[in-house]
């Protein structure tokens, strides 16, 4: 699904992967800590996999709710690459990105689920974040 980023100039000062609960906690320098699961990042990639190379061109990701992430790669200081246990490894996560993806969970989720609806799809459980 296509994110539309502004920029917020906001840089992590810490990122933890947790295993268990597969969930990536991201600290903000302005004190924000955002906690999001691998389906969802997984769902919101921004490769050009998931969403073309052009609006009208995005593939609704389905099918991710045992998605895990497997390692985090830095990419300069402005992103971190994610490789998923699906094997998928081309999202580039900036840290706008990252901040509009925990800052707008709550909606962003929400689109996508509506999403899986409209085209007869649903998850296999909730989504607990």
């Known amino acids: 699904m296509r ?9 992590p000062t810490e990122i933890k992967l947790h ?9 903000f320098d302005d004190e924000s800590i955002y906690e999001l699961p691998s389906e969802y990042l997984r ?3 921004q490769s050009a996999e998931a ?10 990701q389905i099918g991710k709710e045992d998605v895990t ?20 490894d081309t999202g580039i996560y900036s840290w706008d990105l990252l901040y509009k993806l925990g800052a707008d969970f709550p909606l962003l989720w929400s689109n996508y689920l509506e999403e899986l609806k409209a085209a007869g799809l649903s ?6 974040n």
């Open 3 to 11: 994110v539309k980023i502004t920029p917020t100039h906001r840089v």
């Open 43 to 45: 769902v919101f990639t």
């Open 69 to 88: 992430i497997t390692d985090i790669q830095p990419v300069g200081n402005y992103a971190i690459k994610l490789v998923f246990s699906d094997g998928h």
């Open 51 to 60: 969403v073309g190379h052009g609006p009208g061109q995005e593939t609704l």
């Open 123 to 128: 998850r296999r459980s909730p989504l607990h």
């Open 19 to 27: 295993k268990v609960s597969a969930i990536l906690e991201i600290h």
